[in-house]
DNA sequence: GCACCGTCCGAACGCATGTTCGCCGCAACT
DNA sequence: AGTTGCGGCGAACATGCGTTCGGACGGTGC
């Protein structure tokens, strides 16, 4: 069941170099050539075996209707997200209100969408300075957020504080009639604030470091 | 050059949503009943207004030939990082030789292209304990290492400490005949050692944190 | 030997699909 | 009105491409 002859296996890695290459899936007879077959039905009979093994799927009828299957095939599904701009200690972030931000954001990066646990309206930052060094958030890190105006305890949020006029990126707890910001250091000592003087800006999903 | 008309853009989004969906491009009916347009001819006249405008490319004489450009089109590269393991203090991590882990890798994740810089061979290690919170590396982090046997001063390196026995991720100097071990954290010291106590197996090249 | 089966070959068939061509309606000019 | 250009229409045309069919070649079992 597994196990396939040369001749298909050498098809199916044809397939996945000129899909990948080209952006389409090839005719029967672009496989033909490519893999120096001399006949297309000698093609269409490996597709065949190919399909009954599960290893690709065929639309019938349709010009180069193959699809590669599993998990080298299927492509992971990727998302364009919006970095908004940069987040640094004093000075503040423009957090959009409308959901279409597409146009305004200055740039975008790639990401798989696990990276971003499939939420919708991500958004990014990108971090300046060292200020956020002390949460495991270094110079030049992107920040992955997720839209929010409240949070529950224990949340990474990046929040806005009004007296400071900075936003930071702190774990987010309710004590009593005030919040408690925590930093994950425990060297550092927790901000302690008015929850009117709080606002959340956005809810921490994840973040990536590139190389220095 | 940029503007363009109704039909247009709705056959370009149209192109975009067939894609994603199908993973193969639409044949010119498929995108006349897609969009409502009574005549092949009209779609052939837009697809080549559209080519004009390098909004896609069309691979001429060859079904379903038609490619979107521009930063929505072009899907970023994606490549699979094998997961060759877990990181943890006093616990060694298994660093191949070869350059084939595809087969032994237990897991493997997907990230775009730039993620990794474009470096080959790149393998990922998942984060395991609070031991190198210090390194702003996180419990659950996933960190990507090119393979490498030696390091200019101030790489970020992981390193194999012969007398202690683990692996820890550090930035590495060479100072006078010792080699100084230097975490990113102020309040911690950075380990000295022997250049022959220290192995180097890695190079940092980026790392990823999930949401908790 | 013979029959059977998996694989391959070459050619023909026929639908799917890209391309071309003449014509029309409409708006903006002269 | 006449002209020009753009966008659309429908049909015919030419080719791309999947499919089918008769047959060949090499094993394997009887």
Redesign the pocket.
């Known amino acids: 069941m597994k196990d396939l ?1 040369g ?1 298909q296996a050498q098809i199916l890695e044809f397939l996945r170099e000129f899909i990948e290459d080209k952006d389409y899936p090839p ?4 496989i033909q050539e490519g893999c120096g ?11 065949r ?1 190919l399909e009954e093994k599960q290893m690709i799927r ?1 639309d ?7 699809e590669v299957l599993g998990a080298r095939g299927r492509r992971p599904r990727v998302v364009e997200i919006p970095v908004l701009g940069a987040i640094a200690a004093g000075q503040p972030i423009p957090v959009p209100t409308s959901d279409r931000w597409a146009s305004d954001a200055e740039d975008t990066v790639s990401v798989t969408e696990d990276m971003v646990r499939g939420k919708s309206n991500v958004f990014a930052l990108r971090v300046k300075g060292k200020s956020m060094i002390e949460d495991l958030i270094d110079d030049g890190d992107i920040v992955f957020l997720e839209p929010a105006r409240s949070a529950v305890d224990g949340d990474k949020v990046a929040v806005w504080l009004k007296d400071r006029g900075e936003v930071t990126l702190k774990r987010f707890y309710h004590e009593g009639n005030r919040i408690r910001l925590q930093p994950a250091n425990s060297t550092m000592e927790p901000i302690y604030s008015a929850p009117d003087n709080v606002e959340i800006q956005g809810r921490f999903v994840s973040s990536f470091r590139p190389a220095d």
Chains 1, 2 share one sequence.
């Not at 005719?27 to 672009?30: L, P, V």
């Not at 077959?37 to 597709?47: A, F, K, P, Q």
């Open positions: 002859s001749k005719s029967i007879r672009d077959i001399s006949s297309t039905s000698v093609v269409d009979y490996n597709l075996k065929r019938r009828e349709i010009s180069r209707g193959i």
